[in-house]
């Protein structure tokens, strides 16, 4: 649970157990299923965020929605078909605004699944991405000399923290060094 989380819960007293087991998570585990980013819904608490930032908030694109009612209300792509298959533009967008880790970089993932992710070890450089004329703000957060994802200063006031898919994951070039 990240400290936004908490803070919601203690603002709306929110009390999570009087829903009985009947809440439990979806127990699907995490869907890998692309190289790029990785959604694991039993983290989610369906705050929409992501669905309003790949919805007419930012991006425009509506691959993802609220399906289901009650406790089957999960979010989905169309068809829950696997998200290779949707209409998925890969901008990271939802990653960005999603506070419970439910929607994640891949290479955070295999970094927390390996035992790897140390935040206490990372430096952030903000930087401008160089790819087009745009020029938006990078945060590029760094361990061991290596970029370990990609994110965007949300104060940024002609971005808000929104990047294309090139920007958010084309960063493998910085570090070849081959
Ligand atoms: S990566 Fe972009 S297009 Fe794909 S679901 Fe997230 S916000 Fe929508
Ligand atoms: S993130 Fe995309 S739109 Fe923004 S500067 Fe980079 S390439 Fe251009």
Redesign the pocket.
């Given at each position: 649970m990240t400290p936004q989380v908490a803070e919601w819960i203690k603002e709306y007293e929110a009390k999570p157990d009087r829903f009985g087991p009947d809440a439990a998570r979806l127990g699907e585990g995490p869907k890998v299923d692309n190289d790029l980013y990785v959604r694991d819904y039993d983290k989610c608490i369906l705050r929409s965020k992501c669905v309003d930032a790949c919805g007419d908030q930012w991006q425009n694109t509506l691959a993802i929605s609220v399906a289901g009612r009650e406790f089957d209300a999960r979010i989905a792509v169309e068809h829950d078909a696997p998200l290779t298959d949707s209409a998925c533009v890969y901008c990271g967008n939802c990653i960005e605004v999603c506070p419970t880790g439910a929607l994640s970089f891949k290479s955070e993932f295999d970094m927390r699944a390996a035992g790897t992710w140390d935040e206490s070890q990372q430096t952030e450089t903000t930087t401008v991405?160089a790819?087009?004329g745009?020029?938006?703000n990078l945060t590029l957060p760094v361990q061991d000399n290596e970029i370990v994802k990609v994110t965007s200063p949300h104060d940024n006031p002609v971005?808000h923290g929104n990047?294309?898919s090139?920007?958010?994951f084309g960063y493998q070039h910085v570090q070849n060094r081959g």
């Amino acid at each position: 649970m990240t400290p936004q989380v908490a803070e919601w819960i203690k603002e709306y007293e929110a009390k999570p157990d009087r829903f009985g087991p009947d809440a439990a998570r979806l127990g699907e585990g995490p869907k890998v299923d692309n190289d790029l980013y990785v959604r694991d819904y039993d983290k989610c608490i369906l705050r929409s965020k992501c669905v309003d930032a790949c919805g007419d908030q930012w991006q425009n694109t509506l691959a993802i929605s609220v399906a289901g009612r009650e406790f089957d209300a999960r979010i989905a792509v169309e068809h829950d078909a696997p998200l290779t298959d949707s209409a998925c533009v890969y901008c990271g967008n939802c990653i960005e605004v999603c506070p419970t880790g439910a929607l994640s970089f891949k290479s955070e993932f295999d970094m927390r699944a390996a035992g790897t992710w140390d935040e206490s070890q990372q430096t952030e450089t903000t930087t401008v991405c160089a790819y087009c004329g745009v020029g938006c703000n990078l945060t590029l957060p760094v361990q061991d000399n290596e970029i370990v994802k990609v994110t965007s200063p949300h104060d940024n006031p002609v971005t808000h923290g929104n990047l294309c898919s090139k920007g958010r994951f084309g960063y493998q070039h910085v570090q070849n060094r081959g």
